[in-house]
């Protein structure tokens, strides 16, 4: 795949692709840093060229690839930080719109005399719960 494929058809396999399959999933459970260093490992195999039997060098370091483009980076995500604002915007949208379905199953569940903003973690809380409501300090 890398002899077919040029520097821009990498780019947009792994924009479109990689970073994109996972954002469902990032928007409602707090992945686990070594599960996103693991995805950050495979995009610079790819990248850089790794086959089977031999190692590519990395040039460049994670932090210059996941730079804006304006900066000199390549633009890649930093997935720990799409995940962290994925999580914030859900705790945002039940801040935001508490008469929805999911806002109203969250309350119904976890926080039902106080607000979203004021409640605790509770006890045996969804690995859901848990990863938005740990995202709730970024939203105060």
């Known amino acids: 795949m890398e002899r077919l494929v040029s520097w821009?058809?990498?780019?947009?396999?792994?924009?479109?692709a990689a970073q994109t399959?996972?954002?469902?999933?990032?928007?409602?459970?707090?992945?686990?840093?070594e599960l996103c260093n693991n995805i950050h490992a495979t995009i610079s195999?790819?990248?850089?060229?790794?086959?089977?039997?031999?190692?590519?060098?990395?040039w460049l370091s994670r932090l210059k690839l996941c730079q804006r483009k304006e900066d000199g980076g390549l633009g890649f995500r930093d997935m720990e930080a799409f995940n962290d604002?994925?999580?914030?915007?859900?705790g945002w949208r039940l801040l935001k719109n508490p008469d929805s379905l999911h806002a109203r199953l969250?309350?119904?569940?976890?926080?039902?005399i106080t607000g979203f903003l004021d409640v605790d973690l509770g006890?045996?809380?969804s690995y859901v719960w848990q990863s938005i409501w740990g995202a709730r300090e970024v939203v105060t």
Not at 8 to 16: D, N
């Open 85 to 90: 604002a994925l999580l914030v915007k859900q």
């Open 106 to 112: 969250l309350k119904a569940q976890y926080f039902p």
């Open 8 to 16: 821009e058809g990498r780019e947009v396999l792994i924009k479109a």
């Open 45 to 58: 195999k790819f990248w850089w060229g790794h086959k089977q039997e031999e190692r590519k060098i990395h």
């Open 21 to 33: 399959i996972l954002t469902y999933a990032m928007s409602i459970f707090k992945f686990l840093q």
């Open 123 to 125: 006890s045996r809380p």
